[in-house]
């Protein structure tokens, strides 16, 4: 461990943030490097614990407490190679992730968490200041072709394993750029798309082509893509968004949240697009839905000069801390203020929308709401709610922003042309650690697997389905397994 008495002498401490009322004006990322000797002190904080729950934290078994030490005694190297053993994009994880693995922290039992997150990204853009960030793909190719549909984070990973193992991988994306949500999906002031281009230059190092534009099933025949190649890995992502249909949907004002995070970054980037513009300038916004795409669409919705932002969520509010039912190690469901929330926005709990308004010509004016109520079961969880009597109101709004998360992958074209099963969710079946899919030669990984997801949790999947491709192709894989502990054996 860096420091044995670290944890006792430092206290969590995160970069600083160009302030709200600044970075509102720009779409720039706003968090500041730590200075060295604060980067040095935080990883110090890390205890080196004799069982480092952090590795089950992290769907990707990052082996946490070792590039911590490497961290704390600058040896930048050290600390690349043990965190890009597990993870393929630090960049990426380290600016984008709720971040499980602090929740698990052993420090966390009776102090604030290592500030495991912040550590990561700062040794992936150290690495990269220090051209330690290099094409890993082999001279000798194994001779197997291997396309991948879909260049969000778990296609991007299997990519970059496929090509690590030797073959050769074409990457297929039906939109202009690669990147999956991570292009679109992300704004800008938290993930600038510099920093996804620099990775793409990366993998196209290693021999990964990139299709773009081309969109499996329509612009592409699915099973001519199948016979052209020794392997396919679907990652196309969990597009199909829960809508809310309730009277008034129709009206104009009223967007599924992605299209509107979409055409902003296409705003930032330059790029056009054909769909009428979606803006919340001026308009009294409203966001239904409190995760984190809800707070994506609170913050651009402030960069782009709302008259007022409320964000409404059906369940009631969580606690500040841990409760009972939320032990530590486990992932706790407490309150989350993000920074778009620091930025400016009124956060309703325990909101049910009714009905949405519309004036004479069928824009929205209003929505009708009412409070609710949860029953909890013995765990604390809830099951029903109930409406609280004389609650029934009027909102004012002329922008909604439906934020209520994703329902599973779209069917139609490539899936249902290869005649992919599906799960009783109407996800893609394919079996956790075994990743095929009923067609022969196909394999599926993400969130288009499992359902809506963490980044975290795509990056791993598409690294196992991609050791599971290699398997089938070569009879064994070369790639690491995700026991951590194994990995870091093969590397050092």
């Known amino acids: ?51 480092p729950f952090c590795h089950s934290g992290c769907p990707l078994g990052n082996i946490i407490p070792e590039f911590n ?15 890009s053993s597990t993870n393929n994009f630090p960049e990426f994880t380290g600016r984008i992730c709720p971040a499980p693995c602090e929740s698990a922290c052993v420090l966390g039992i009776n102090k604030p968490a290592v500030a495991i997150e912040e550590i990561e990204k700062h040794i992936i853009e150290i690495a990269y200041s220090k051209n330690l960030v290099k094409p890993v793909a082999p001279l000798i190719k194994t001779g197997k072709k291997v396309a991948v549909v879909g260049s969000g984070p778990a296609g991007l990973a299997a990519a970059a394993q496929l090509s690590k193992a030797g073959h050769s991988v074409t ?30 230059q990366v993998m196209e190092q290693d021999g990964v082509k990139f299709k773009c534009n ?34 008034g949907r129709e009206l104009k004002g009223i967007y599924f949240a992605m299209d509107f995070l979409k055409q902003q970054n296409k705003r930032v980037s330059d790029t056009k697009f054909e ?21 994506d669409c609170v913050g651009t919705s402030n960069r782009q000069g709302a008259k007022s932002i409320k964000q409404f969520e059906v369940m009631m509010q969580p606690p500040a801390q841990r409760t009972q039912h939320m032990p530590w190690p486990t992932y706790p469901m407490v309150l989350k203020t993000t920074s778009s929330h620091e930025e400016g926005a009124d956060r309703f709990w325990g909101v049910n929308t009714e009905e949405f ?31 609280v009597e004389g609650s029934e109101r009027e909102i004012p709004c002329q922008r909604v ?16 042309n290869l005649g992919i099963e599906l799960d009783d969710r109407k996800n893609v079946k394919a079996k956790e650690g075994v990743y095929r899919t009923n067609v022969g030669k196909v394999f599926a990984a993400g969130d288009m697997r499992r359902g809506q997801s963490l980044v975290v949790w795509a990056i791993s999947e598409g690294r196992e389905a ?10 064994h894989s070369i790639l690491e397994s995700k026991d951590a502990v194994n990995q870091f054996e093969q590397v050092f």
């Not at 995160?14 to 500041?32: G, M, N, S």
């Not at 099973?223 to 968004?241: F, H, K, Q, Y």
């Not at 001026?282 to 839905?289: A, E, F, L, N, Y």
């Not at 009412?370 to 969880?381: A, Y």
């Open 1 to 51: 461990m860096g420091k044995p008495t670290g944890f006792q002498e430092f206290n969590r401490e995160l970069p600083e943030k160009t302030p709200a009322a600044e970075r509102v004006k720009d779409y720039k990322e706003f968090v500041h490097p730590y200075s060295d000797e604060k980067l040095n002190q935080q990883s110090a904080r890390c205890m080196n614990c004799g069982i």
């Open 69 to 83: 030490d490497a961290v704390y005694r600058k040896n930048w190297e050290e600390a690349y190679n043990i965190l």
């Open 171 to 200: 990457v297929y994306e039906r939109d202009d750029y690669p990147g999956g949500l991570l292009r679109y999906g992300i704004p800008d002031f938290k993930l600038e798309k510099w920093v996804v281009e620099r990775r793409i």
């Open 214 to 247: 081309t969109e499996v099933g329509k612009d592409i025949a699915a099973d001519e893509l199948v016979r052209n190649n020794d392997a396919v890995v679907l990652a196309g992502g969990s597009t199909i968004p829960r809508n809310l249909n309730i009277p």
């Open 275 to 295: 769909q009428e513009e979606i803006l919340a300038t001026d308009k009294d916004v409203i966001v239904i839905g409190g995760g984190d795409t809800g707070s």
């Open 357 to 387: 308004l519309g004036d004479a010509d069928g824009n929205l004016r209003a929505l009708r709401v009412v409070d609710v109520t949860w029953e909890l079961d013995v765990m604390g969880r809830p099951m029903k709610f109930a409406k």
């Open 401 to 416: 922003f439906l934020a209520m998360g994703f329902l599973f992958p779209q069917a139609q074209g490539m899936i249902e």
């Open 466 to 475: 991609a050791r599971k491709v290699d398997e089938f192709l070569m009879g």
